[in-house]
């Protein structure tokens, strides 16, 4: 049984007045824990009187959990880096609750916000399904000519949904598109910055403006070297296009750049992406999870470079590429063809 501080120090007093055995009588305490309170009243004294003193032991690595918390607060994960600062410590749950316990620190997450259903989103589901149906029938289209497409935000400072305090972590756009028959086309990368990285990568393409999201001409280039790069993109053939309501998706310039290949576009209605859009209802939520385990064999096995103040430096573009290509593969025809199917395209 634990007591609290203001417990001890009552029995404390009373022990100083009549007697250790005196005091364990009357509080049916046992007269060796009375003794031993005796003996620490000067730091009970200090102790809010609600906190049941001295629970738990004390740190096994003191220095090593100071530098482990301040590490904590700039990087924002903690097993990690335990096993990179003391590889002969097994950082159980349990010694990381202490530890943040200790110091202060607590879990935080991103709180998952549900997309809210449009007025009558059943009806508009339906009319949906019957327009692809329709131009699919018309134009005679078989499954590798129905293309879905969809921006996917990554971060590649901290990728991870869980983390100790609120980062503002650099994020980038992953375009990814693939096609009813299970085809993935080369994604597309899109950096908030002004110049392009020295080193790209010839599997994916690669684009760079201040705001760092999609707008005309990024749809544009998207077009021009991911969408026509597909299997047989070259003799533009007939094919549909599934899109999402953002804005640059519905421009007028850019529908008539993806028309002219003989390629009508189908428009989600908004606030329907989680039930029409199947990159959305099957795809984007493994890719961020196969992201997520690429930064965490780095962070653990990858080569770091330090700043002069001693900060780790962001992860490299090359990296992020690698990251990209690398979860990209992992997602399976099969799983694209189901996302199709369970949207009923």
Not at 56 to 79: M, Q
Not at 90 to 112: D, I, P, Q
Not at 274 to 286: G, N, Y
Request: with cysteine; charged share 25%; net charge positive.
């Amino acid at each position: 049984k634990s007591y609290t501080a203001d417990f001890k120090l009552s029995v404390v007093t009373y022990a100083k007045e009549n007697g250790n055995r005196a005091a364990g009588r009357k509080f049916s305490i046992n007269e060796k824990s009375v003794c031993e309170w005796r003996k620490e009243d000067v730091d009970i004294e200090k102790l809010n009187p609600h906190k049941r003193a001295h629970q738990g032991k004390k740190a096994k690595w003191p220095n090593l959990e100071e530098n482990l918390a301040k590490w904590v607060l700039a990087r924002r994960a903690i097993k990690l880096k335990a096993r990179l600062m003391a590889m002969e410590m097994k950082s159980s749950g349990n010694w990381v609750y202490k530890f943040m316990k200790r110091n202060n620190l607590s879990v935080r997450a991103r709180t998952s916000v549900g997309q809210w259903l449009p007025d009558e989103w059943k009806k508009k589901m339906d009319d949906f399904k019957d327009f692809v149906h329709k131009e699919i029938k018309q134009l005679g289209l078989k499954p590798n000519d129905i293309i879905n497409m969809n921006e996917v935000p990554r971060s590649f400072d901290i990728p991870t949904t869980w983390s100790v305090a609120a980062t503002g972590a650099k994020t980038v756009k992953v375009v990814l598109a693939c096609t009813a028959d299970g085809e993935k086309l080369k994604p597309m990368v899109i950096f908030k910055r002004v110049t392009m990285p020295l080193k790209l990568s010839a599997s994916m393409s690669v684009v760079c403006n201040k705001k760092g999201w999609m707008n005309t001409e990024v749809m544009k280039t998207w077009t021009d070297s991911c969408f026509c790069a597909r299997k047989g993109g070259f003799f533009k053939p007939k094919s549909l296009l599934l899109l999402d309501a953002l804005a640059a998706h519905k421009e007028t310039s850019v529908q008539k750049h993806i028309n002219t290949m003989g390629t009508p576009i189908a428009v989600i209605p908004g606030g329907l992406t989680c039930k029409l859009q199947p990159l959305d209802v099957a795809v984007s939520h493994p890719f961020k999870c196969f992201i997520c385990e690429e930064w965490d064999n780095w962070i653990t096995n990858g080569e770091h470079t330090f700043t002069l103040a001693g900060r780790q430096c962001h992860v490299t573009y090359i990296e992020v590429f690698k990251w990209v290509l690398a979860a990209w593969e992992r997602i399976t025809p099969t799983t694209i063809r189901n996302e199709f199917r369970k949207c009923e395209i």
